[in-house]
């Protein structure tokens, strides 16, 4: 059974960076695409935001294409998200979640979530 920890979370001031990460335990994630997704107080979640698939190819929302990267640790199963410039409103918990490869990006199936990290952006 594949399991997602999300780390890396915390507060930083506008204009900052932060990288999360995603451990996976109980399986690869060769066979897995994994993105990654948020959810900010109050609001629905939002994602995913971006991806990384299992064929090492990647996907970004626009929301935060040119901010945000995507990659992936295959020797150690961890999946990376780099922020940049980070703005008040990606404040939110980030989720990573995995589905299995071979399906669009909008027919992926997400079966599996970690429980989410902190991101707190302000002044």
């Known amino acids: 059974q594949l399991q997602l920890v999300e780390s890396g979370g915390g507060w930083v001031q506008p204009g900052g960076s932060l990288r999360l990460s995603c451990a996976a335990s109980?399986?690869?994630?060769?066979?897995?695409?994994v993105g990654w997704f948020r959810q900010a107080p109050g609001k629905e979640r939002e994602g995913p935001l971006c991806?990384?698939?299992?064929?090492?190819?990647?996907w970004y929302a626009d929301s935060v294409k040119g901010r945000f990267t995507i990659s992936r640790d295959f020797g150690v199963y961890t999946v990376y998200l780099q922020m940049n410039d980070l703005k008040p409103e990606d404040t939110a918990t980030y989720y990573c979640?995995?589905?299995?490869?071979?399906?669009?990006?909008?027919?992926?199936?997400?079966?599996?979530w970690g429980s989410g990290t902190l991101v707190t952006v302000s002044s």
């Open positions: 991806i990384s698939r299992g064929d090492i190819t990647t």
């Open positions: 979640a995995a589905g299995p490869t071979g399906f669009t990006t909008q027919s992926i199936r997400w079966n599996y």
């Open positions: 109980g399986s690869t994630l060769e066979n897995y695409d």
